[in-house]
């Protein structure tokens, strides 16, 4: 019997011991779920600062490139959109915010460009008669968003953006924002969100096929060359100008010279669809046996042989 008393004593601890490790361990599971989950909720971008007010923003163009340098002609501006949303939660439903309130945005840690590119010096020749830091629709690095004509979302458009935030050299072509929302008569903080990422890269990297030297020079020299114009000609004499004018582009609305090829088909379609050329000391493009292209930031398909 005692023996038997034995066993069952232990038998018994064993339970309650097994029981305590598995709630200690349940315990540790949930606490340890629970901080993951809410480091995880800290970082989450954009960061909403009110639930009663829900901002969905967002850029429409993704990553937008322009080119470092505006001496020869212009192939894009410098120019990014935002669009955003505003939300009201009523209870189980959240209603579209289209009146009674500003929506206000703030590019972080870069307020001006003119000081980084030289789009400002030649804007005139483009036809673009605007103050340093303004892009060509009239916004800047901070300011009011409008309401959109179908009244569905506010926006701004062409900020003026660059991948240099101030006082830096170094690339940072994730530029970020801060989206604000205000009562319009009051001018009470309703809603803000943080960190929307608005894309720009300077990384066009012509000079790959087009040389280091003069590079925007070799372009239009090989431009007159292929199509029959005399475009290097003109800009010695003063005149530059921008590819739109002949090339139809969706980004700046142009609808391009009748028997001209859009601009994006005009450059791609050429370069991938034939074997690039690379400029030799004096600017003359040379066939290569192999196709090297690059237009995207951080993008190469080969390099020369």
Partial sequence: MNKRAQIIIIKKTTIILDSIC???????ILI??????????????????????????????GMHCYQPDYSGFMLLPPGN????????????????????????YRI??????????NFWEYAKYYGYDIPPNIGITGNGMSGKMSLSEDKNYYEVTAIPITPY????????????AIITVTDSKTGQELAKTENVVVPVSDEMNCSICHGTNETDLNILKAHDRLSNTNL???????????CSECHQDNILSA???????????????????????????????????????????????????
């Fill in 165 to 176: 935030n101030d006082g830096s050299t170094e690339l940072n072509p994730y530029q970020l």
């Fill in 108 to 117: 972080i840690d870069n307020t001006s460009s003119a000081d980084k590119i």
């Fill in 255 to 305: 609808g391009g010279s009748a028997g001209v090829l859009p601009l994006s088909q005009a450059i791609h379609g050429f370069s991938c669809g034939q074997n690039v050329r690379k400029p030799n000391q004096a600017g003359v493009l040379q066939l290569s046996s192999r196709t090297s292209f690059t237009m995207l930031p951080k993008y190469h398909v080969e390099e020369w042989n």
């Fill in 81 to 104: 959109n935002l669009k955003v949303q505003v939300f009201q939660n009523e209870g189980n439903e959240a209603k579209l915010v289209r009146s009674g309130i500003e929506v206000s």
């Fill in 32 to 61: 340890f779920t629970h901080f993951i989950s809410t480091k995880g909720d800290s970082q989450n971008l954009p960061i909403q600062q009110n639930t009663k007010y829900v901002i969905l923003a967002a850029n429409d163009l």
């Fill in 232 to 242: 290097f000609a003109q800009l010695a004499a003063g005149k530059r100008y921008k």
């Fill in 22 to 28: 598995l709630l200690t361990c349940f315990g540790l």
